[in-house]
C-alpha cells in the first residue's frame, strides 16, 4: 500500500470505533502494527500487538459495558485524531480493586500516526486518569477548605 490517503485513514477510524464498540481487543490490536507503540496513561507504553491487545481485554473485562462515543474524527495523513466519552460500570477487578458498580465517564483523546501499510504505528492516549480513579473509588479527594 502506497501513502495512506484521507479517505482510508477514515475507514481505518471507523474499523477502529466499531472494533471497540464491540469491545473486540483481537480486532482493535491488528489494526497496529506488528510492532506498534500505544502510550497510555492507564497501561503505561506498551510495544507490540500482545500487550496492546491484553490492554483492551484488561479494560474490557473491568468495564464490560464501556461505551465510545465519539465526538469528532480528524485525519490529516498520516494521522488520525480521536476525540470521544467512554462511559461504563466498573464490574470486575481494576487495578487490584474488586469491581465498585461505580459509573464512569470520561473524556479522551487519541491521536494514531499510521505507517504506509495502513496500520497503527503509534497511539498516544490522553485522559484524566487520576479522575478516572477518583469514580472508581481507588483515590479520595479532600474537598477544599473555604
Given at each position: 500500500?502506497a501513502v495512506?490517503?484521507?479517505?482510508?485513514?477514515?475507514?481505518i477510524g471507523?474499523?477502529f470505533?466499531?472494533?471497540?464498540?464491540?469491545r473486540?481487543?483481537?480486532?482493535l490490536a491488528q489494526l497496529?502494527?506488528p510492532?506498534?507503540?500505544v502510550?497510555s496513561?492507564?497501561?503505561?507504553?506498551?510495544?507490540g500487538?500482545?500487550p496492546i491487545?491484553?490492554?483492551?481485554?484488561?479494560f474490557?473485562?473491568?468495564?464490560?459495558?464501556?461505551t465510545?462515543?465519539?465526538?469528532?474524527l480528524?485525519t490529516?495523513p498520516?494521522y488520525?485524531v480521536?476525540?470521544a466519552?467512554?462511559?461504563?460500570?466498573?464490574?470486575n477487578d481494576f487495578?487490584?480493586l474488586?469491581?465498585?458498580n461505580r459509573?464512569?465517564?470520561?473524556?479522551?483523546a487519541?491521536?494514531?500516526?499510521?505507517?504506509?501499510?495502513?496500520?497503527?504505528?503509534?497511539e498516544?492516549r490522553?485522559?484524566?486518569?487520576?479522575?478516572?480513579?477518583?469514580?472508581?473509588?481507588?483515590?479520595?479527594?479532600k474537598?477544599?477548605k473555604?
Amino acid at each position: 500500500m502506497a501513502v495512506v490517503e484521507r479517505a482510508d485513514l477514515k475507514i481505518i477510524g471507523d474499523r477502529f470505533i466499531a472494533a471497540w464498540q464491540r469491545r473486540d481487543a483481537a480486532a482493535l490490536a491488528q489494526l497496529h502494527a506488528p510492532n506498534g507503540v500505544v502510550e497510555s496513561p492507564m497501561f503505561a507504553t506498551l510495544h507490540g500487538r500482545k500487550p496492546i491487545e491484553d490492554s483492551f481485554r484488561a479494560f474490557f473485562t473491568s468495564f464490560p459495558d464501556a461505551t465510545f462515543d465519539l465526538e469528532h474524527l480528524l485525519t490529516d495523513p498520516p494521522y488520525i485524531v480521536m476525540f470521544a466519552t467512554i462511559n461504563a460500570t466498573h464490574r470486575n477487578d481494576f487495578f487490584g480493586l474488586p469491581g465498585t458498580n461505580r459509573h464512569i465517564d470520561f473524556r479522551v483523546a487519541r491521536l494514531m500516526k499510521l505507517n504506509d501499510d495502513g496500520l497503527i504505528e503509534l497511539e498516544q492516549r490522553i485522559y484524566d486518569f487520576t479522575g478516572l480513579l477518583l469514580q472508581v473509588g481507588v483515590l479520595r479527594a479532600k474537598p477544599a477548605k473555604p
